[in-house]
């Protein structure tokens, strides 16, 4: 059975964009499981967010990874997956949890103004907030990690190639 891997990390931290990089170069499949909820769900993730709340997106995300039965692909999560501990031992019964990891800066740099990314987060949360409390979450599940600060998404791929063969 050929594993996963499994991108973890903040919004921003290139899970999307570098995740079809190491799947093109790796000869995988690709799976964006923001892309699942939105399909499942009919809505965006800031509607979900906007109509029934944070922790609605969660569920939803919840009940997606654990339908998620993929061999030999690289799986993009969303930035909250990891509230799930059901959800995240699931993908590493047959995936290796690889961490983007970038600065916090980084990533209000990338992705400007949150509000308009379907951040699920509690009102009242910041995102350096937010960043912490994930923070913790992500390097209690990695089983890689990858710091791409001031690197760009080719440089993160040949990172992850490396780390991860």
């Known amino acids: 059975m050929a594993r996963n891997l499994v991108f973890i990390g903040m919004p921003g931290s290139?899970?999307?964009t570098v995740g079809v990089l190491v799947a093109k170069r790796l000869g995988m499949g690709f799976v964006d499981t923001d892309l699942l909820i939105q399909q499942e769900s009919g809505r965006t993730l800031q509607e979900i967010v906007d109509q029934d709340g944070?922790?609605?997106l969660r569920k939803i995300e919840e009940q997606v990874?654990?339908?998620l039965t993929v061999d030999n692909h690289v799986i993009s999560t969303g930035?909250?997956?990891v509230y799930s501990d059901a959800a995240m031992k699931h993908l590493k019964v047959n995936g290796t949890v690889v961490f983007l990891d970038i600065?916090?800066?980084v990533v209000v740099e990338r992705i400007g103004d949150y509000s308009l990314r379907g951040i699920s987060r509690r009102p009242d949360q910041s995102l350096s907030e937010l960043f912490e409390e994930r923070f913790a979450l992500y390097t209690r599940y990695a089983d890689v990690t990858v710091n791409g600060a001031g690197l760009t998404h080719d440089e993160v791929c040949e990172a992850v190639l490396s780390a991860v063969s």
């Open 14 to 16: 290139g899970k999307s």
């Open 79 to 81: 930035g909250s997956a």
């Open 54 to 56: 944070y922790q609605a």
């Open 65 to 67: 990874l654990l339908k």
């Open 103 to 105: 600065p916090l800066d």
